[in-house]
């Protein structure tokens, strides 16, 4: 029994490495405040407007500006100093929301900055999470990635699990004034430390940033059926089935205002609670099958979430769902860690950063709109299953991801042979 659970403990051993731990450290600081301006930017949306329609257009607002600098920024990342690309973006992120506790501030607060400041962050996050990203398979070796995944995975859900809750409580009882203060504080604290940081500079084989580059990295994620059943799963998910815009009037329908922040938190704390226990993940190879099978439960989940009678089921079922969301998520990344040589690395972060933000972005609209049309409960229920659905069609057009095995892959092994697979023509 004991041996069991030894398999269940998670492998620290890149925290052994002082690079990687202030990289951590950095992240799991501007998460928590973030998380914090994730729910008081809706919320204040919310008090100004009372719009479903309204909430849900931030993802609008944020998409094109993403879509354009995430695959810029993959270029950057190959080509630059990841390091400094990094910190210049997090100070820039910095400003936004100073300007967000500026406008605060005012004795008639606008609307129009909240769109203002989330397009210019979505713009920053794209040009910065590709070198974020593309920096840990530089600083941690090929057999600790899978560890890797799931300690950064953890560093993420800090700062979701607390961020939302102490925002909930911000917003709730001092406004959204301290909220936006906070996250100012957090960011400062964060550039410190990523200033602490070596540098790391591009590989040998590093080109300029062009459109050129950016499509020959696209063309090589064409050429890799795994890699695209792993973009096309995650945005199938997210923009299906992501309920968070509507987190708002779900504390509201269920007489719960007091849980909105615990809302927030509950796909970190399923998240998390698979990432503490991820010590199986190392012995898992079908990583395309097990992405397709948590996906699946995922939007069972979202859907149960929809049609919960009461706020401890509904909270009960985002947990779930969040668990299920990691193990696609560690495989995933476990696939693109081990297989992408790093002179394309950062433009297949680009496209990688689409693949998981395109979907929750667009699905922020779609989801109010649905509510709109059919109903809070109908709009969310009906996302998860159809979510389901199109893991259910994946599995019959990508038989290439589903059958994916890293013990058996030809990109794998050219990575473990410290050798680089020609992509085949497109």
């Excluded at 809070?376 to 038989?399: D, E, Y």
Aim: glycine letters at 10%; a positive charge; one cysteine or more.
């Amino acid at each position: 029994m004991l041996k069991r659970l030894r398999h269940l403990r998670m492998d620290l051993r890149p925290l052994r490495r002082r690079d990687f731990r202030l990289l951590m450290a950095s992240g799991a600081i501007t998460m928590f405040g973030s998380f914090i301006t994730v729910v008081a930017v809706p919320f204040q949306l919310k008090q100004l407007t009372g719009s479903y329609v309204a909430v849900g257009a931030v993802g609008v607002v944020e998409l094109v500006p993403m879509v354009l600098s995430g695959l810029w920024g993959g270029a950057i990342a190959d080509a630059a100093d990841r390091r400094n690309v990094v910190l210049i973006c997090e100070f820039a992120m910095a400003l936004c929301t100073a300007a967000l506790l500026v406008n605060a501030m005012m004795p008639h607060p606008a609307v129009w900055p909240l769109y203002v400041v989330a397009g210019s962050v979505a713009a920053l996050d794209g040009l910065q999470r590709p070198s974020l990203d593309a920096m840990t398979p530089r600083l941690v070796p090929r057999d600790e990635q899978t560890a890797a995944n799931a300690i950064s995975s953890v560093r993420w859900q800090i700062g979701a699990v607390g961020g939302p809750a102490v925002g909930g409580v911000l917003v709730a009882l001092a406004g959204v004034r301290l909220a936006y203060a906070v996250d100012v504080l957090t960011f400062l604290l964060s550039i410190g430390l990523l200033w602490a940081l070596r540098p790391v500079p591009p590989s040998a084989e590093a080109e300029r940033p062009s459109l050129r580059g950016i499509a020959r990295g696209a063309r090589y994620a064409w050429s890799r059926p795994e890699l695209l059943g792993t973009y096309f799963v995650d945005i199938a998910a997210m923009f299906l089935a992501m309920p968070v815009a509507l987190y708002p009037f779900v504390a509201d329908e269920l007489h719960a205002r007091w849980a909105l922040g615990l809302l927030y938190a509950c796909i970190p704390i399923g998240a998390m609670l698979v990432s503490l226990t991820s010590g199986w993940a190392s012995r898992v190879h079908r990583h395309g099958l097990m992405v397709l099978i948590a996906a699946a439960v995922w939007g069972l989940a979202v859907a149960g979430f929809g049609l919960a009678p009461n706020i401890g089921i509904a909270i009960a079922l985002l947990i779930v769902a969040g668990g299920a969301d990691m193990v696609s998520g560690l495989f995933r990344s476990t696939i693109w860690n081990q297989t992408i040589p790093d002179h394309l690395r950062g433009r297949l972060a680009g496209i990688e950063l689409l693949s998981y933000s395109i979907g929750p972005t667009a699905g922020q609209l779609r989801a109010g709109l649905m509510a709109g049309a059919v109903g809070l409960r109908g709009a969310i229920a009906a996302g998860g299953l159809l979510c389901t659905g199109a893991v259910a069609l994946c599995t019959v057009f990508m038989p290439g991801f589903t059958r994916y095995d890293e013990r058996t892959s030809p990109h794998a092994q050219a990575a473990r042979d410290g050798q680089e697979l020609q992509p085949a023509a497109p």
